[in-house]
């Protein structure tokens, strides 16, 4: 039998974590912003198809040997870090790639 415990904020009971599903999108909504307000709106997705084409659909390797299909853009210097949207500070990457360094310090 699995522990549960309520959610943070609206008390429904969960298996794990401090928040329900619905809350948990909520609050990453009000405290992240969504994605227009952090700068992946129109333009980034237009952006992203662009860098995708120039580096012609291959992962760029983020990982010690990767041969994943390229479906993100991601910045070599992290936004967060000072990094800007400059074609020079982006490469394509696969998912599994641009995940694995989601923004560390």
Same mark, same amino acid.
């Given at each position: ?7 943070? +904020?609206? %008390?429904?009971?969960? @298996?794990?974590?401090?928040? $329900? /599903? ?32 120039? +580096?012609? %659909?291959?992962?760029? @390797?983020?990982?010690?040997? $990767? /041969? ?38």
């Amino acid at each position: 039998m699995t522990l549960k415990r309520p959610c943070l +904020d609206c %008390g429904v009971l969960i @298996p794990s974590g401090s928040r $329900c /599903t619905r809350c948990r999108s909520r609050w990453e909504t009000d405290h992240r912003g969504t994605t227009s307000q952090r700068g992946y709106g129109s333009t980034w997705q237009k952006t992203s198809k662009r860098i995708i084409a120039r +580096d012609k %659909g291959e992962c760029q @390797p983020r990982l010690p040997v $990767c /041969t994943g299909t390229a479906t993100t853009a991601d910045h070599v210097v992290a936004k967060a870090n000072g990094g800007t949207d400059d074609d020079e500070n982006l490469v394509a990457a696969c998912l599994r790639c641009n995940s694995s360094k989601r923004d560390r310090a």
